[in-house]
């Protein structure tokens, strides 16, 4: 008489930590103010555009007019009213930032998961490729590119996409290989589940902590480099009102009109202190969970 087992039934599973996820994320002071900022600023950013009291193309006064009942923090090197470009000069950034924050974070971790898992020659080629990546400078990659081709805003998010993932990769791979000895990683590949699937199930939820983390970081970066392309003229072209650009054009006047070259600069800090402030905020209470755990 044969008896039939149930691999599944007879072999325990042990249940997966629970990893520090939003709800304990906002438990944190630091997060709940960044994603604040972060909100208030993309908001914003969405309606700037309908309360600019003038074109933010136009010459509505002298050059470097100082503030005035009619430019509310003045004009900026060609006459134009700097409050309403700064409440236009967020537009570019406002997508182009979050979008190259999140594939960055997306790839990285793809790349990492796959390589964590296989080991062998997939995590050799595969690390060892980012590693030229990261030898090699972005700033200088950047600028061949947008020399070449152009600077097509789509070109700028590739960029930063493809400068911030190694970073990405390496943080996540080193946070998912102690997890392939945990029990629940170890029973899922004995009773032969597939690879997708255990990346998937097993793998991607236990590292979601770092990931967070990872995006508030990222995102701070991606502004600070988008920014400082439009500051050298690789970025946003005029006569488009953006930030970094603001701060090329009027910087020259900063003894004559300073909030031309202030204003759009506040901005920037702001938004940066922003996911700053999430991602520290996160790691402290990824840190905290990890010590209880």
Not at 215 to 231: C, D, E, K, Q, T
Request: aromatic share 8%.
């Amino acid at each position: 008489m044969s008896i039939d087992v149930d691999l599944n039934a007879a072999t325990p599973r042990r249940s997966r930590p629970r990893p520090a996820g939003w709800r304990r994320l906002w438990t944190s002071a630091q997060v709940r103010w960044g994603v604040t900022l972060l909100v208030a600023m993309t908001v914003l950013i969405a309606i700037g555009p309908l309360l600019a009291p003038y074109d933010p193309a136009a010459p509505v006064g002298k050059p470097y007019a100082m503030p005035s009942a009619m430019a509310f923090l003045g004009t900026d090197n060609l006459g134009r009213d700097v409050f309403s470009r700064v409440l236009s000069g967020g537009t570019y950034l406002a997508w182009m930032a979050p979008i190259s924050a999140l594939l960055s974070v997306a790839v990285g971790a793809a790349i990492a998961l796959v390589t964590a898992y296989y080991g062998g020659w997939t995590d050799l080629l595969l690390m060892r490729s980012l590693d030229v990546l990261l030898a090699f400078p972005g700033v200088l990659l950047t600028l061949l590119c947008v020399s070449v081709f152009g600077p097509e805003p789509a070109l700028l998010v590739g960029l930063v996409t493809l400068s911030l993932m190694p970073g990405v990769a390496r943080v996540i791979r080193g946070a998912a290989l102690p997890l392939l000895n945990q029990e629940y990683v170890l029973w899922a590949k004995a009773v032969g589940k597939p690879a997708h699937n255990i990346i998937l199930r097993e793998l991607l939820p236990n590292v979601s902590s770092p990931l967070l983390v990872e995006l508030g970081l990222r995102l701070s970066w991606s502004v600070g480099i988008l920014s400082s392309m439009s500051f050298i003229g690789y970025g946003i072209q005029p006569p488009a009102a953006d930030w970094g650009l603001m701060v090329n054009e009027n910087g020259g006047g900063l003894g004559t009109q300073p909030f031309a070259a202030l204003a759009p600069i506040a901005m920037i800090v702001l938004y940066t202190i922003g996911g700053a402030l999430v991602a520290e905020g996160a790691a402290r209470v990824v840190a905290r969970t990890e010590g209880k755990a």
